[in-house]
């Protein structure tokens, strides 16, 4: 048989690369089994359904007598009920593409490999499937050194495209196949690897692959290997000057052959437009996609391609075969020998950067072919690593390429969700563990790498770890071994650390004291995961010097990476020694700044205290953003107006640190009070000093706030904690929360406008409160609270709240509607301002609504004339106009029901903050006992009920708002509407009271 497109040199490359063993290798095993396969199949476009044959040879290279041998059926996982099933609609965070899809799909939706014979070197075997692994009861063990041959005949279903492998994709494509046919299980020096398909990783050995492919003749096929019989099918593949040979009938023959390879994959649809790219220095590249607007970056692909495989051949060594195939196909991007299935619906930057990343895994996963479910960050750490840097050489980027690497490693660590890394792929807890663990902690174990070995030792392990392992299923050790070779160093004790252990770096400078001309600076470690120290002093006459300090452990000296640098080395630092101290001497100024690893390569958790002096970045009039490196800061200045505070002139500072940790928000205004009798007597002054930052010692997603302040003659503290229930943290599917605080709320001026300040008693408010929250109230959940107060310390009360809510929302998001229900009750002590109000609200809650304080506060007849009222949720706030004490609204009891119906007409741009809504309520307060003095709605005591209409602008929703929203606390919480509240239930009595209720602007909160 001659196969085509199996050149010379690149036979004999493979063959090298397979038979070559250098010293190094021989730390990795010197055999491995081969698995070559002969199949033949004919798929059945109307059924979904095709039939095999399948003939392995398969030789036992191993040591080790073989009484068992096995088969992994990856169709069978997609039938509900399936392990698969099952793990996906247990998980704490399932993959979206998944959910509980498996679980409701029909007969001919589901997924089968049905095995019909079986056997070996010509002899019946029996067999029992157990789920997707088929046990083979051999008819003879198969000796060391001996071949076998298995002869299979099968039946299997494609499932509808769910995960990977299917039919009928989200984007139209008929056939994405991949773990099609049954495949023989893995063994190496580990013996059998037989885990069952839940989803994750895969392990194979090599072989070659001759397929063919019976089907409709319209389908256009693209595959691994070389196509055998160009002239017989066309589509593209033709020679145009070579006579096509195209048979009779409705179906072709596709024949296929791959060389040492580990795997087949194959796609086809039958209106894909097949593109062939050809570049020097660069495998012939096919394209295969639908033409759609969708699709129309695939034009420019071909090009980045051929330049991605031009870079990678370079930096890390020769893609060994001559051809790479991308399909339109999957539910993402999935790398496959010698080609790749990905969705093909995206813009440039997206396009480009997948196909990136699953040909990069070309070097790793499919010619390394390291055992993904064991080392799955050997296969998805590297190839991200190298994706960020191919990715910034063809977007010519400027900065660290795997910033957001480290982010998204740090975001897992500081919610305290981090898993170990020497675990099989299958067992994370939680998809965010293993995702962070393969593709982000595996990807900066590299970058941190070459920080301790330096960049040319790093490139030089990558480049012989290639080489030298290249079709070899290398293991942590094999790579470990290469760098410790390139470096001259010893690096066990960082890969233990990195696979073994969840132990973060975090180094600190505690000291920097100039005295004379020596500088004394004393280093230290939290924790026991200790790096070398690259450490960068600046002196006040400008200059630099780069100070190094290698560990004890590593046994070695880092080369140095930047002559132009002078660097000084000193004594090793033991891991044992929690602090490190050192004193230069004669230097010609004084050190002005130091900072530890001034290239950004050390996943340091806290690099706040890595710099000297402090890391503070202050902007005026930017919002701060979470930035690892400094401590962000924005200031602004700010001027208002009110009645009874005057002239209000201010600043305000707001700081963050990474994923809005270490938050301060710190206010000051500077009040004239009343302008018509000024005098220097009545100046005052309002501010805010708020604290927020995680409490780890609660658990994951635990956070603590101390907030002290004064706001329109309210003095205020406060200091909660709050703790999201459940192991998780953030990936619970339920927000369950619950917090404690204490308060203490003081009002010693009148700065409000009376109709708000009537309803404030003066005097000290003491208490404490306990909150469980599900969901989020202002849409779907619950809020209960318990708070006990004293009011001047004789007054005691105590109260409970009950708020709930469930929202429908249509599936475009355009339109919602809510049922909510608040119930409460208090003791008849409660301060005035506790007091329930169904038309606005308590005097508290208003006051807090800082927004609405400030508007309201500016004029009382702004405030009557413009019939502002503070939104409360329970569509009574027709009322809030009404005397505040009318029967039925106020009481230190309320009970009340809403529905609100809202509908956005836009939903791009700044017209997408308007809504319509309809609203209607109906509700009671009462004084006095909860349960005794509660009565049912009667002619003689009505309920409260009321219905309208309104529009709302709701700052938030603005293109690009956290700009202004993040810079002012009035924006941050702005929902103006406009309400006509067309029916109100025994309003009041008077024709004036009913007319004016009849229009109002409110500001408060969603619903």
Known sequence: MTLRYCFPAMALFITLCMFLITPVQAQNAAWQQTTHYQMDIRMNVETNRFTGTQRVEYHNASPDTLNRFFYHLYYNAFQPGSMMDTRSRTII?????????????????????????????????????????????????????????????????????????GRDNREGIRYSMSQWYPRVAAYDQDG????????????????????????????????TGYLQNPQQVGHGYEDPELPLELPEGDELTWHFFAPQVIDFFWGAHDEFVHVIHEEEGSPRIHMLYVERPETRFWDMLGEFTAEAFRFMNEYIGPYPYEQFTIIQGGDGGMEYPMGTLIT?????????????????????????????????????????????????????????????????????????????????ADRYDSNAAYVTASYRKGSLILHQLEYIIGRDAMKRTMQRFYREFIMRHPTPVDFQRIAEQESGMQLRWY?????????????????????????????????????????????????????????????????????????????????????????????????????????????????????????????????????????????????????????RLGARLSGRYLFNTKALDAEFWLTSGTLDDFSASNLDADYRLAWRDRLPLLGPDSW???????????????????RRLGRFGRLEPVRRVIGFDV??????????????????????????????????????????????????????????????????????????????????????????????????????????????????????????????????????????????FRSGLTGNNMLAFSIWQSFRPFLRGNQRAFELEFFSGTGFAWDGSFATDFSMPSASDPWLASAGAGLVYDFSERPRSARWTGQSALLSGLRVSLRSPFYLHQPTEGDEFEFTSRWMIGIGKAF
Do not use: C
């Open 192 to 223: 059998w690897h037989t885990a069952p398909y839940v989803a994750r990783e895969f392990h194979g050995n090599f072989g070659d692959f001759d397929v063919r492919i019976t089907i409709d003749r319209n389908y256009t096929l693209g595959a």
């Open 495 to 647: 890969f233990d650390e990195m696979l073994y252990s969840t132990r973060t770096i975090d180094l600190a400078i505690d000291r920097v004291r100039n005295s004379g001309g020596d500088t004394t600076i004393r280093l230290s470690r939290n924790g026991i995961f200790l790096m070398p120290v690259d450490l960068l002093l600046t002196y006040a006459d400008g200059s630099q010097e780069l100070i190094y300090i290698p560990t004890q452990q590593q046994l070695g000296i880092k080369a140095h990476e930047d002559p132009e640098l002078p660097r000084t080395v000193l004594d090793p630092w033991p891991w044992t020694h929690p602090t490190y101290e050192f004193t230069l001497e004669g230097r010609p100024a004084l050190v002005t700044a130091a900072e530890i690893d001034p290239s950004n390569r050390l996943a340091d958790v806290n690099r706040l205290n890595i710099r000297w002096p402090f890391p503070l970045e202050l902007n005026t009039f930017q919002v701060p953003e979470a930035d690892w490196n400094t401590y962000q800061a924005g200031v602004r200045p700010a001027l208002w107006y009110g009645e009874k505070a005057g002239i």
């Open 93 to 165: 965070d399932p993959d979206g593409r998944v959910r509980d899809r498996i679980y409701h799909l029909n007969e001919d939706e589901i997924g089968f490999q049905d095995v019909r014979s079986l056997t070996q070197n010509g002899q019946p075997v029996t067999f029992e499937v157990s789920e997707t692994v088929l046990s083979v009861n051999l008819a003879e063990p198969i000796l060391p050194g001996e071949t076998a041959v298995f002869e299979m005949q099968f039946e299997a279903q494609v499932p509808l495209q769910i995960r990977r492998t």
């Open 344 to 424: 093909g619906h995206r813009p440039l930057w997206s396009l480009v950067g997948v196909t990136v990343h699953e040909l990069i895994h070309m070097w790793y996963q499919s010619t390394l072919a390291t055992n993904e479910s064991l080392y799955h960050w050997m296969d998805e750490g590297f190839t991200v690593y190298m994706s960020d840097i191919v990715m910034s050489h063809l977007f010519q980027l400027q900065g660290n390429p795997h910033a957001s690497t480290y982010n998204a490693y740090l975001r897992i660590v500081h919610d305290g969700l981090e898993e170990y890394m020497g675990q099989h």
């Open 704 to 722: 603590w706030q101390a907030e002290t302040g004064r706001f329109y003659g309210v003095h205020h503290q406060r200091i909660a904690v709050e």
């Open 743 to 884: 308060f203490h709320l003081n009002k010693d001026a009148n700065r409000q406008i009376d109709p708000l300040s009537a309803q404030w008693e003066r005097g000290s408010l003491i208490g404490a409160g306990l909150t469980f929250t599900q969901g989020d109230i202002a849409e779907t959940g619950i809020q209960l609270r318990a708070e006990t107060s004293t009011f001047y310390g004789e007054r005691a009360a105590q109260q409970v709240q009950l708020h709930a809510g469930y929202t429908w929302f249509s599936s475009d998001f355009r339109y919602r509607v809510r049922f909510g229900m608040q119930v409460a009750g208090g003791s008849t002590q409660m301060a005035q301002q506790q007091r329930y109000n169904l038309g606005s609200g308590t005097a508290i809650e208003r006051w807090q609504n800082r927004t609405f304080t400030a508007v309201a506060n500016i004029d009382t007849g702004f405030f009557e004339d413009a019939r502002l009222s503070f939104d409360s949720g329970n569509a009574l706030s027709g009322y809030s106009l009404h005397a505040p």
